[in-house]
């Protein structure tokens, strides 16, 4: 199966940077300092006192991982068809040309849906890739006998769907948003995309919805495209089996102010009753793909409600009603049956004396005019009626064809917990609990999509058999009821964006249930429960949202008490976390203005979550922190620990030779020992950790490593070692066979890689296995990535005969072996260390999802070794391994220690297990 993800990323590799080895210093090294490495003092990680004690030259920007303006691409270039993309020519040449065989020249990954209130787009970009090292990639890959070429195939970041908004009213704008981010060409040269070229002459663009006749002739004289026209039915039900089948809580119910996520069953989603809810209502019957019935419609509709309620209310926008809406209350203008009854219930057909009677028939009897109505009533009047209104005829046409399930989309809902509780409602009352009601994330753009799914070759088959997941909305939030300023575009209009909002000064609200009123209706309809103060921040609101085309399986889930305690950790963290940034981009005001907005996006985020934790699908605590790297990302910081573990890098190094000495120096029973203790003591460095950030104020990292080794007392807190070494040395004189291939899951920069993982990863290329460093595909914290890794190794390499045969052989050291080639022949009798990347970008790993080169890597290890809190305690502590798993970590979180060791912050983990 060709994933679309894999064939995606294809072509992302455009602007790679060979990784530069830079072993181009003539390093004195610090071998002749026959201190022990524990003595060393004065390596501060702070100040630049000590940046060159590792006599590089170069300092930090000799580490730099290369170009970092390579690095970050725009995102939003329009994506074709990728599927069984080809390097064509040498694959030796730096940006080869890409064939893409499935594509035809003039296709842009763009779908419209321009209907009577609301211009709907969908468009595809993948994400900007990473720049990556070609040569270690293709020496790993020869080495692990991967045969697919330049692919990468790990989900993560592999593209995203973006959806936007217009009024149609306001077409204008939709076109110059599509001008302007270059939607409508869909020229490739070579693999650039090319925003120079002319528009394309034959360029087409899928269209469904009334606006796609009416509007056709414009887009050829404005944008010079075509427009495609494709039914609006037969596009909302592809919309909609698209989003039911392949998108993870897609759908849900919404129940007096309780959402809750429905999964739908793909083999049991036929037939249901489609309610769009546009403009005017289309009901539709739905069989099975591209097989339904309109079945009935109804004019009053979201127009209806937007139309009427705008005269009554002189309301400027949407929004504003709906917001005047939760405000009002209904009685003083609709006529209750206790109006009617004399305020009795008229109990023998059902009916609370607080039941409508008739929607504004108070009006009637009272010598009122418009203006003696508050606003606020009539919108919640108005409201009320319509969505009670369709409800019930959409029970009515669920009755006729024997539906249990109606699925309501369009814009008229809005995510509005009043809206879907009204609905609700009268599906519940009229079918008796029978039908159900289910509201779709992506309401409004059903038509869009299904436009979208048109193109023949839009690559998105294979996508059906995943899973996909919405991520976060990007940008400002919303505020006070109104849609503000364009859609976001740049990285400039994100900024401003965000400083409009803070001046603002208002807050991301999701609305909050209120407690249900306390009548005892006979079934009648009360006021409805939901009426928040504020209308929910959604994407919509933003005028845009992403969805991320991730496969998955199945999400970590966070306990809702635990997921409240990260929240609170990771707005903790937020004020260190942009210093940092900041500082990683050289303290500018320019850094420092995307380092306030980025601040403000993503307290807006955790905002929007706390409020309402499934706003974005299920979040693990993986997701959460890759949301927090994606936001800032988004506002172009690339890595913002960068210098922090340049230095640390350099530092480490700079003791590594003495280490080693220290550790040769023992019997091998002993070096096993010290070296497991060292990665755990190593394993202290970590700015994702509170009270870490709080001990680096107070110490030089080797002052500290120096200070967590002494500490090290055995037992610790979980403590296989005795297991494992047995393992690893056997016992009673019987030597077990060394493991055939390792994989270790490093975590930090610094200390933690160069003194405690890759002195272990030397142990084990001494006993003849084969070590494979398994690292993060992008920055997260100061975890090392697999792009900063050979650098890495090079550089402890010059101390060490052992990294330096087995890196050469694992093809770390590319330059290296070219210039020794007529050198020794003992290069090749060493067993290779390599270095994959795990798909990932945060400190959690999800195992279920990983790159097909840790996939490729895996298949010949028998030994695992996963290193750090995230890799080894809040994920995969209790996963089970086909091979030997070792586990280690220092625990840096009372809490975690508590919860999971029974233990106290700062205990040690050091877990061994078999096979199973
Ligand atoms: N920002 C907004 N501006 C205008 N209407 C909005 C907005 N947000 C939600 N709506 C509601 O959504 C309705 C439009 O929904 P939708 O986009 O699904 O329909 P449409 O495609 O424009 O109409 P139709 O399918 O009948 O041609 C509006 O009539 C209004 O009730
Ligand atoms: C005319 C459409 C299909 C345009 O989207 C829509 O507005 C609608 O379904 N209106 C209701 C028309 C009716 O069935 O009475
Ligand atoms: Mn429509």
Redesign the pocket.
């Known amino acids: 199966m060709a994933g679309l993800t894999e064939d995606l990323v294809l072509g992302v590799d455009d602007k790679i940077e060979g990784f530069q080895n830079k072993n181009n210093n003539n390093s004195n090294s610090n071998n002749n300092n026959q201190k022990e490495v524990i003595d060393k003092e004065g390596l501060g990680v702070r100040g630049e006192e000590n940046s060159n004690t590792n006599n590089n030259q170069g300092g930090e920007r000799d580490m730099a991982p290369p170009a970092s303006s390579s690095i970050h691409r725009s995102g939003s270039r329009p994506q074709l068809d990728l599927s069984k993309a080809a390097i064509q020519g040498n694959s030796e040449e730096r940006d080869p040309t890409i064939l893409l065989p499935n594509q035809s020249d003039d296709i842009s990954h763009l779908a419209l849906?321009?209907?009577?209130?609301?211009?709907?787009l969908v468009y595809f970009s993948r994400h900007e890739d990473q720049s990556s090292d070609d040569k270690r990639k293709r020496t790993v890959k020869e080495r692990l006998g991967i045969s697919n070429g330049n692919r990468r195939s790990y989900p993560i970041l592999g593209g995203r769907l973006h959806f936007v908004?217009f009024?149609?009213s306001k077409l204008n704008e939709c076109l110059e948003f599509i001008s302007s981010k270059q939607l409508h060409r869909g020229r490739i040269d070579s693999h650039h995309w090319n925003s120079e070229a002319p528009a394309n002459e034959n360029a087409v663009i899928k269209a469904t919805?009334?606006?796609a006749y009416k509007f056709a002739d414009l887009f050829k004289e404005r944008l010079g495209v075509s427009i495609d026209k494709e039914d609006?039915m037969d596009c909302l039900v592809a919309g909609a089996n698209f989003l039911l089948k392949a998108i993870r809580h897609e759908a849900f119910t919404h129940i007096e102010g309780h959402k809750e996520f429905v999964q739908i069953d793909h083999n049991d989603l036929f037939p249901y009753l489609l309610v769009?809810?546009?403009?005017?209502?289309?009901m539709i019957k739905v069989d099975g793909d591209g097989k339904f019935q309109r079945v009935s419609g109804t004019n009053v509709?979201?127009?209806?409600?937007?139309?009427l309620g705008r005269l009554l209310t002189k309301c400027n926008?949407?929004?504003e009603l709906?917001e005047l809406s939760q405000r009002g209350d209904n009685r003083t203008i609709d006529m209750l049956v206790g109006d009617i009854y004399g305020g009795m219930d008229y109990s023998k057909i059902g009916l609370s004396a607080s039941t409508i009677a008739s929607s504004f028939g108070k009006a009637i009897s009272d010598k009122k005019e418009l203006k003696d109505y508050r606003p606020e009533d009539i919108s919640l009047s108005l409201l009320r009626m319509i969505s009670y209104n369709i409800g019930q005829i959409s029970y009515l046409n669920a009755l006729r064809f024997g539906l249990k399930r109606i699925f309501f989309?369009?814009?008229?809902i809005?995510g509005h917990a009043y809206t879907m509780d009204t609905i609700s409602f009268a599906i519940h009352f009229w079918s008796q609990g029978e039908a159900q009601a289910m509201f779709l994330r992506h309401?409004?753009f059903l038509?869009a999509l299904g436009a979208f799914m048109s193109y023949e070759k839009h690559g998105l088959d294979d996508l059906m058999v995943h899973q996909l997941v919405e991520r976060f909305p990007m940008g400002a939030p919303y505020t006070g009821g109104k849609?503000h300023g364009p859609p976001l575009g740049d990285l400039n209009e994100k900024i401003s964006w965000m400083e409009k909002f803070v001046l603002k000064g208002t807050e991301i609200t999701a609305p909050v249930p209120m407690a249900p009123p306390g009548t005892t209706g006979l079934g009648g309809f009360e006021v409805p429960s939901s009426k928040g103060g504020t209308l929910r921040s959604d994407a919509?609101a933003l005028n845009v949202g992403v969805l991320h085309l991730v496969p998955t399986l199945e999400v970590f889930p966070l306990l809702a008490n635990q997921k409240m305690y990260w929240f609170t950790v990771l707005s903790e963290h937020l004020p260190d976390l942009v210093d940092k940034a900041v500082a990683s981009e050289g303290g500018t005001d320019d850094a420092k203005r995307r380092g306030d907005a980025f601040a403000r996006a993503f307290s807006a985020h955790l905002a929007r979550l706390m409020e309402e934790p499934a706003a974005y699908g299920k979040l693990g605590l993986a997701n959460l922190l890759e949301l927090r790297e994606e936001c800032l990302r988004e506002f172009q910081f690339l890595d913002a620990y960068r210098s922090i573990k340049l230095r640390e890098n350099e530092a480490s190094l700079a003791v590594l030779p003495d280490l080693l000495l220290e550790l040769d120096r023992m019997d091998e029973e002993a070096r096993l020992l010290t070296l497991i203790e060292g990665v755990l003591a190593a394993n202290i460095f970590d700015w994702g950790s509170r009270a870490c950030v709080d001990l680096y104020h107070k110490g030089t990292i080797i002052e500290i490593y120096r200070m967590s080794r002494n500490k090290m007392q055995r037992p610790w807190r979980v403590d296989d070692f005795d297991l494992f070494k047995e393992r690893m040395l056997g016992s009673k004189g019987k030597k077990p066979r060394p493991h055939k291939r390792a994989l270790l899951f490093v975590d930090n920069s610094g200390a933690d890689i160069v003194l405690g993982m890759l002195p272990l990863a030397r142990e084990l290329l001494r006993r003849g296995t084969e070590v494979v460093l398994v690292a993060n595909s992008l920055p997260a914290l100061n975890d090392v990535t697999a792009m900063e890794l050979p650098d890495i190794v090079a550089e402890a390499a010059k101390h060490c005969d052992i990294l330096r045969r087995a890196a050469e052989a694992g093809g770390l050291l590319v330059d290296a072996m070219t210039n020794t080639l007529d050198g020794s022949k003992e290069n090749s009798s060493s067993v290779p260390l390599m270095v994959v990347e795990n798909g990932c970008g945060s400190p959690c790993i999800d195992l279920r999802q990983v790159s097909s080169e840790l996939a490729a890597a895996a298949k010949d290890a028998d030994l695992i070794i996963l290193e750090g809190m995230g890799r080894a305690l809040h994920t995969n502590f209790n996963a089970r391994f086909k091979c030997e798993a070792l586990k280690l970590a220092m625990v840096k979180n009372q809490r975690l220690a508590e919860k999971l060791i029974k233990g106290k912050i700062y205990d040690c983990v050091c877990r061994y297990e078999p096979a199973s």
């Open positions: 849906d321009i209907g009577g209130s609301l211009i709907k908004k009024e149609t919805g009334g606006g609006e769009n809810i546009g403009s005017g209502v289309s509709g979201g127009g209806t409600y937007w139309g926008s949407f929004d709906l989309g369009g814009f008229f809005r309401e409004g038509g849609i919509s």
